[in-house]
Protein backbone atom coordinates (compact mmCIF):
# COMPACT_ATOMS: atom_id res chain seq x y z
CA UNK A 1 0.00 0.00 0.00
CA UNK A 2 1.65 3.41 -0.78
CA UNK A 3 2.16 5.94 2.12
CA UNK A 4 1.76 9.50 1.74
CA UNK A 5 3.61 11.77 3.95
CA UNK A 6 1.40 14.36 5.51
CA UNK A 7 2.64 17.55 7.33
CA UNK A 8 2.24 17.38 11.47
CA UNK A 9 0.23 19.42 12.84
CA UNK A 10 1.67 22.36 14.58
CA UNK A 11 1.22 22.82 18.08
CA UNK A 12 2.27 26.63 18.65
CA UNK A 13 4.38 28.97 17.07
CA UNK A 14 5.88 31.39 19.55
CA UNK A 15 8.85 34.10 19.52
CA UNK A 16 9.42 33.05 15.75
CA UNK A 17 9.44 28.96 16.65
CA UNK A 18 7.26 26.35 15.05
CA UNK A 19 6.60 23.42 17.39
CA UNK A 20 4.77 20.71 16.13
CA UNK A 21 3.40 17.17 17.21
CA UNK A 22 5.38 14.00 16.97
CA UNK A 23 4.13 10.62 15.85
CA UNK A 24 4.79 6.96 16.19
CA UNK A 25 5.38 4.31 13.13
CA UNK A 26 1.69 4.01 12.85
CA UNK A 27 0.92 8.01 13.00
CA UNK A 28 -0.72 7.64 16.36
CA UNK A 29 0.27 11.26 18.34
CA UNK A 30 3.10 10.92 20.57
CA UNK A 31 1.85 13.23 23.71
CA UNK A 32 4.63 14.44 25.34
CA UNK A 33 7.21 14.26 22.19
CA UNK A 34 7.31 17.54 20.20
CA UNK A 35 9.45 18.74 16.98
CA UNK A 36 10.99 22.13 15.82
CA UNK A 37 11.58 20.48 11.97
CA UNK A 38 8.19 19.52 10.48
CA UNK A 39 10.12 17.26 8.04
CA UNK A 40 11.88 15.42 11.98
CA UNK A 41 7.78 14.34 13.24
CA UNK A 42 8.31 10.48 13.02
CA UNK A 43 9.03 9.68 16.94
CA UNK A 44 12.19 7.38 16.90
CA UNK A 45 13.15 6.55 20.40
CA UNK A 46 16.19 5.70 19.55
CA UNK A 47 17.27 9.16 18.52
CA UNK A 48 18.19 11.72 20.70
CA UNK A 49 19.59 14.40 19.20
CA UNK A 50 18.38 16.94 16.52
CA UNK A 51 15.12 19.02 16.50
CA UNK A 52 12.71 16.40 18.75
CA UNK A 53 12.01 16.99 22.35
CA UNK A 54 10.08 15.13 25.53
CA UNK A 55 8.31 18.18 27.37
CA UNK A 56 9.12 16.16 29.99
CA UNK A 57 13.01 17.03 29.94
CA UNK A 58 12.23 20.90 29.90
CA UNK A 59 12.52 22.89 32.79
CA UNK A 60 9.19 23.15 33.92
CA UNK A 61 8.71 26.16 36.02
CA UNK A 62 6.40 24.48 38.76
CA UNK A 63 4.43 23.62 36.35
CA UNK A 64 3.31 19.63 35.51
CA UNK A 65 5.04 19.09 32.49
CA UNK A 66 2.92 15.36 32.72
CA UNK A 67 -0.15 17.59 32.38
CA UNK A 68 -0.84 18.31 28.77
CA UNK A 69 -2.70 21.48 29.26
CA UNK A 70 0.79 22.72 30.66
CA UNK A 71 2.82 21.95 28.02
CA UNK A 72 2.41 25.34 25.99
CA UNK A 73 3.28 27.34 28.70
CA UNK A 74 6.78 24.55 29.35
CA UNK A 75 7.71 24.99 25.82
CA UNK A 76 7.56 28.58 25.24
CA UNK A 77 9.99 29.12 28.47
CA UNK A 78 12.31 27.09 26.97
CA UNK A 79 12.36 28.89 23.99
CA UNK A 80 12.68 32.42 26.09
CA UNK A 81 15.20 30.71 27.37
CA UNK A 82 16.97 29.73 24.21
CA UNK A 83 16.37 25.95 25.28
CA UNK A 84 14.50 25.00 22.11
CA UNK A 85 15.40 26.78 18.96
CA UNK A 86 13.65 26.40 15.59
CA UNK A 87 11.68 27.93 12.50
CA UNK A 88 8.47 30.27 11.51
CA UNK A 89 5.87 27.76 10.93
CA UNK A 90 5.94 29.85 7.56
CA UNK A 91 8.31 31.78 5.70
CA UNK A 92 6.95 34.78 4.41
CA UNK A 93 9.08 36.45 1.80
CA UNK A 94 8.37 40.52 1.72
CA UNK A 95 7.03 41.11 -1.57
CA UNK A 96 9.21 44.07 -3.37
CA UNK A 97 8.12 46.24 -6.08
CA UNK A 98 10.93 47.88 -8.11
CA UNK A 99 9.75 51.36 -9.68
CA UNK A 100 12.41 53.30 -11.71
CA UNK A 101 11.77 57.32 -11.90
CA UNK A 102 13.51 58.96 -14.96
CA UNK A 103 13.03 62.37 -16.10
CA UNK A 104 9.69 62.62 -14.57
CA UNK A 105 8.61 59.33 -15.98
CA UNK A 106 7.75 56.45 -13.70
CA UNK A 107 8.37 52.57 -14.76
CA UNK A 108 8.05 49.16 -13.31
CA UNK A 109 11.39 47.98 -13.26
CA UNK A 110 10.25 44.42 -11.19
CA UNK A 111 7.13 42.95 -9.82
CA UNK A 112 6.71 39.32 -8.27
CA UNK A 113 4.36 37.24 -10.34
CA UNK A 114 0.53 37.47 -9.59
CA UNK A 115 0.74 41.70 -8.32
CA UNK A 116 -0.58 43.95 -10.58
CA UNK A 117 0.44 47.10 -10.50
CA UNK A 118 -0.97 50.31 -11.93
CA UNK A 119 1.06 53.29 -12.11
CA UNK A 120 -0.88 56.61 -11.76
CA UNK A 121 -0.28 59.90 -12.29
CA UNK A 122 -1.42 63.25 -11.06
CA UNK A 123 -1.42 66.68 -12.30
CA UNK A 124 -0.97 68.69 -8.85
CA UNK A 125 -2.92 71.27 -11.47
CA UNK A 126 -6.19 68.97 -11.65
CA UNK A 127 -6.13 67.95 -7.53
CA UNK A 128 -9.48 69.46 -6.19
CA UNK A 129 -8.94 72.16 -3.36
CA UNK A 130 -10.88 71.67 -0.62
CA UNK A 131 -14.08 73.99 -1.06
CA UNK A 132 -13.05 75.22 2.95
CA UNK A 133 -10.15 76.46 1.96
CA UNK A 134 -10.49 80.08 2.26
CA UNK A 135 -8.62 82.89 0.25
CA UNK A 136 -7.00 84.69 2.49
CA UNK A 137 -5.43 86.42 -0.72
CA UNK A 138 -8.68 87.44 -1.54
CA UNK A 139 -10.86 88.40 1.58
CA UNK A 140 -13.90 90.44 1.83
CA UNK A 141 -14.09 93.80 2.12
CA UNK A 142 -15.00 95.57 5.39
CA UNK A 143 -18.14 97.24 3.88
CA UNK A 144 -18.68 93.30 2.34
CA UNK A 145 -18.64 92.47 6.29
CA UNK A 146 -20.54 95.61 7.57
CA UNK A 147 -23.55 94.64 4.61
CA UNK A 148 -23.68 91.01 5.72
CA UNK A 149 -23.96 91.83 9.65
CA UNK A 150 -26.81 94.39 8.95
CA UNK A 151 -28.86 91.03 7.12
CA UNK A 152 -27.78 88.77 10.30
CA UNK A 153 -25.13 86.73 8.71
CA UNK A 154 -22.73 85.96 6.84
CA UNK A 155 -21.01 84.14 3.69
CA UNK A 156 -19.09 81.13 4.83
CA UNK A 157 -15.98 80.47 2.41
CA UNK A 158 -17.44 77.93 0.17
CA UNK A 159 -20.58 81.13 -0.15
CA UNK A 160 -23.20 79.70 1.91
CA UNK A 161 -25.22 81.70 4.30
CA UNK A 162 -24.52 81.12 7.70
CA UNK A 163 -24.56 82.90 11.04
CA UNK A 164 -21.83 85.31 11.93
CA UNK A 165 -20.32 82.74 14.08
CA UNK A 166 -21.18 79.72 11.99
CA UNK A 167 -20.58 76.54 9.62
CA UNK A 168 -22.71 75.95 6.50
CA UNK A 169 -23.97 72.41 6.02
CA UNK A 170 -20.79 71.82 4.30
CA UNK A 171 -18.35 72.09 7.23
CA UNK A 172 -17.04 75.47 5.94
CA UNK A 173 -16.80 78.01 8.59
CA UNK A 174 -17.98 82.02 8.34
CA UNK A 175 -15.46 84.68 7.34
CA UNK A 176 -15.66 86.15 10.60
CA UNK A 177 -14.41 83.13 12.29
CA UNK A 178 -11.01 82.68 9.43
CA UNK A 179 -10.64 86.64 9.80
CA UNK A 180 -11.10 85.88 13.80
CA UNK A 181 -13.35 88.89 14.36
CA UNK A 182 -15.70 86.12 16.22
Partial sequence: MPYERVEPDIFLEFAGVAVYHCYDDNGELCWYWYTTDPSDDNRDRSKVDGAQFDVRDLPDLGLDANDLKNHGAVIQQAIRAGLTTGEPAIKVEPLVV?????????????????????????DPQEEKSNPCDADLSNPPTIATLQEWESEGGCEATDGCWVEPDGRCEHGCPSWLLVMGLI
Avoid at 98 to 112: F, N, S, T
Wanted: net charge negative; hydrophobic share 45%; glycine share 8%.
Fill in 98 to 122: KIKIQDGVAEVVERPPGIEVEIVTV
